[in-house]
């Protein structure tokens, strides 16, 4: 991916642990590299196509001095946050907070704190067969969108039978991508507050709830930790997960399975029925 760098943008401000620092300022330098395509500028020679850095350092410098945080951490973190949510043609950044004159009490450089945050591709599967079941899935849409998450698409919905417990109502399913800044934990954590908002009760295994959210893929990441499997282990078993994921996302490929969900989707349509 193309890059623009800003280096050694030197700024005072006031961050630090210790009162003097936040009292009495100091100097940072702040570094930033950001990904993006500039093919279009190339061949164009359009400021449009691009990132004006001159108005980006100014930016930056404001949005660094808004606020006065303890840790150069949390400095760094809230850059990479602010351009992201600011420059749409960024996918990606890189921020290098340098203090020179960090309290150490021992000859150095400088301390310096580097994060690297970027946009990520997800799908997200949507169930709900209590109350209100179409209204529950907006719902739950519109609770997606906030400034760590957007909804880029959203597949037909579908009437299903359900699976596991019986006796219950049949669900109404979808699908959707979103764009977030979340990790995968971050982004299953956020999943669960909604369901949690929704009033989900998670009283019997598969049985009635008013909304189901699961992440199904997140890019191609392959997990096994103790919040978050991805893909979603049994999404290639699951008619009302494939049919609804196949109007957003044909081609995409499953990482393990490394094959395309439409063809997992027509394979599947031979011996399950919605």
């Known amino acids: 991916m ?22 009495m300022g100091q100097r940072f330098l702040i570094s930033i ?23 980006l350092c100014h930016a930056v410098e404001k949005e660094f001095k808004k606020e006065k945080y303890d840790l150069i951490e949390k400095s760094a973190e809230a850059l990479a946050n602010y351009i992201l949510l600011n420059y749409s043609m960024v996918e990606g950044v890189k921020v290098l907070v340098k203090k020179p004159w960090a309290p150490i009490g021992k000859p150095v450089d400088y301390a310096a704190v580097e994060v690297e945050r970027f946009w990520h591709k997800a799908y997200i599967g949507l169930g709900s067969n209590m109350g209100d079941k179409e209204d529950n899935l907006k719902k739950a849409l519109e609770y997606m969108n906030n400034d760590k998450c957007t909804v880029k698409k959203v597949s037909s919905m579908y009437g299903t039978k359900p699976v ?16 977030t800044l979340l990790t995968p934990e971050e982004l299953v954590r956020f999943m669960l507050s909604i369901e949690k908002d929704l ?28 919040e978050i499997i991805i893909p979603h282990p049994r999404m290639h078993e699951r008619l009302f997960v494939l049919k609804p994921l196949c109007d957003i996302a044909p081609y995409v490929m499953h990482p393990i399975l490394n094959r395309r969900i439409i063809d997992l989707e027509q394979e599947l349509s031979k011996t399950q029925k919605l």
């Open 33 to 55: 590299d950001l990904f993006l395509n500039l093919r279009e500028a190339g061949q164009t020679d359009n400021l449009d196509a691009t990132v004006n850095y001159a108005e």
């Open 199 to 226: 009033k989900r009760e998670r009283v019997i295994r598969w049985g009635p709830r008013t909304i189901d959210l699961d992440v199904l893929l997140y890019e191609d990441k392959i997990t096994a930790s103790e």
């Open 2 to 23: 193309d890059k623009i760098y800003i280096k050694d943008l030197e700024i005072y401000a006031f961050h630090g642990v210790n009162e003097e620092e936040k009292n």
């Open 164 to 179: 596991g417990y019986l006796e219950q109502d049949d669900f109404l399913n979808c699908a959707a991508e979103i764009r």
